[in-house]
């Protein structure tokens, strides 16, 4: 199994895996429920979109900017247009800002890597909430998954999950490939 070399290209993989994700809905989709709970696929398309913007900024100006909601009709036009346009915007940052940030989020201080991989994260996994809860099969890339799992211990540390994602939820052993890992240590039921 390749490795991904680098964690822009991991990033640039999962952008590029939520915007394909995206691309599949159609407006009678938005309202559908997404595997995140409490969320439609609407709600998790705008919380991906708004998590790109909000770390894009971040690597930018070095502080976790206030999130704001877009106002105007919500198609699924308009929100796979904003998703594309956040994921430009964080994958600009993060190759501008390579190493030179260091943002607090929630009392966490982060570094350009990790927040990379927290973009990478919030991408794939809620590019996958939105495809399943659309009804797409669309699994998130193995290599991709390979390497998140590998590095989410350091954005994602033992006993600070809450409000970050849902608990783990727990597979049978040795059967899980990469992609079911990950959702599964990211509290979905794959």
């Known amino acids: 199994m390749a490795r991904l070399p680098a964690d822009e290209t991991a ?3 999962a952008l590029d895996y939520a915007v394909a994700s995206a691309a599949e809905i159609g407006t009678a989709d938005l309202g559908f429920p997404s595997p995140c709970p409490g969320w439609t696929v609407a709600e998790a398309l705008a919380h991906a979109t708004g998590s790109l913007r909000c770390l894009a900024t971040s690597l ?3 502080a976790v900017p206030a999130v704001s909601v877009p106002a105007g009709p919500v198609t699924a036009r308009t929100l796979r247009r904003d998703l594309g346009r956040a994921a430009g915007s964080l994958i600009a940052a993060a190759r501008t800002a390579r190493g030179e940030r260091q943002v607090a989020i929630d009392g966490l201080p982060l570094g350009c890597h990790q927040l990379i991989v927290v973009g990478a994260i919030e991408a ?3 590019g996958w909430d939105v495809a ?4 797409c099969a669309r699994p998130i ?4 998954a ?5 590095e989410l211990p350091q ?3 033992r006993g600070r999950r809450r409000g970050l994602f849902a608990d783990p939820v727990a597979l049978a052993p040795g059967r899980a490939r990469a992609p079911e890992r990950l959702l599964a240590a990211l509290g ?3």
Do not use: F, K, M
């Open 141 to 144: 890339p193995g290599e991709l």
């Open 11 to 13: 990033l640039a993989c």
């Open 146 to 150: 390979t390497w998140l799992l590998a």
């Open 60 to 62: 930018t100006v070095g």
């Open 188 to 190: 979905r039921n794959p």
């Open 124 to 126: 794939a996994v809620h």
């Open 155 to 157: 954005v994602i540390p």
């Open 132 to 135: 399943r809860g659309a009804g």
